[in-house]
Each structure stands twice: as structure tokens, then as C-alpha cells.
Nanobody, 124 residues
Framework: QVQLVESGGGLVQAGGSLRLSCAAS????????MGWFRQAPGQEREFVSGISRSGGYTNYRESVKGRFTISRDTAKTTVYLQMNNLKPEDTAVYYC?????????????????WGQGTQVTVSS
């Protein structure tokens, strides 16, 4: 498994931006597909975005398309989630996840490694 540490969450007004980072402690970072998930209180964990091993394929949930951008830096073994035009409904704990299969899965159970999460709160 890979150790993942998220950062960059916080409180922001609607329309604002945040950039989440997820640092992975592995020398084989390029072997993993990475995903961002979120979980609001009382809700199930849901897929937000994912990126393939090479970074050549990305996927987003419909509600964040055009507002969020996922990227990865192999040299820094870090994956990012740039979040623009944030809305109150984006409020959740955001988790980074990794899967060794190298595919961008939507289902959380396909990912073997998880970070501890970072809180994102968007005020109206």
C-alpha cells in the first residue's frame, strides 16, 4: 500500500478556489492511478475525479466538470485537484486514493490506499 497525505483544504466563499494536494510516499508513483473522492456528512463517499498512471486520461463526475482539474507530478509524487468556482454543495471531506491496477475506477472499493482526508467548506 501507499501512504497518502492530503493538504490544501479550508474554508472558502462560494465562487472561490482551492487546490488540494496529495503526496504519495512511494518510489513507484507512476504505477498507480489516482483518484479524488469526497464524503459529506450522512452521505456515501463519491467519486470526484481520477487520473491514469501517465496522466493521459482523466475523468470527472458531472457536477464538477469545467470547474475542477486533476493533475499529477511524477517527480514530486503528488496529485492535485484544482477546484474553481466552488459551490456550497462541494462541501465535504476530500480523500485521495491510489490503485495499483492503474485504471481510473469510480468505485471506492477499487482503491487500496487512502489518505486521511482534508475538509473543504464552501460558504454561501
Amino acid at each position: 500500500q501507499v501512504q497518502l497525505v492530503e493538504s490544501g483544504g479550508g474554508l472558502v466563499q462560494a465562487g472561490g478556489s482551492l487546490r488540494l494536494s496529495c503526496a504519495a510516499s512511494t518510489r513507484t508513483f507512476s504505477m498507480y492511478a489516482m483518484g479524488w473522492f469526497r464524503q459529506a456528512p450522512g452521505q456515501e463517499r463519491e467519486f470526484v475525479s481520477g487520473i491514469s498512471r501517465s496522466g493521459g486520461y482523466t475523468n470527472y463526475r458531472e457536477s464538477v466538470k469545467g470547474r475542477f482539474t486533476i493533475s499529477r507530478d511524477t517527480a514530486k509524487t503528488t496529485v492535485y485537484l484544482q477546484m474553481n468556482n466552488l459551490k456550497p454543495e462541494d462541501t465535504a471531506v476530500y480523500y485521495c486514493a491510489a490503485n495499483a491496477a492503474g485504471n481510473v475506477f469510480i468505485a471506492p472499493h477499487k482503491y487500496e490506499s487512502w489518505g486521511q482526508g482534508t475538509q473543504v467548506t464552501v460558504s454561501s
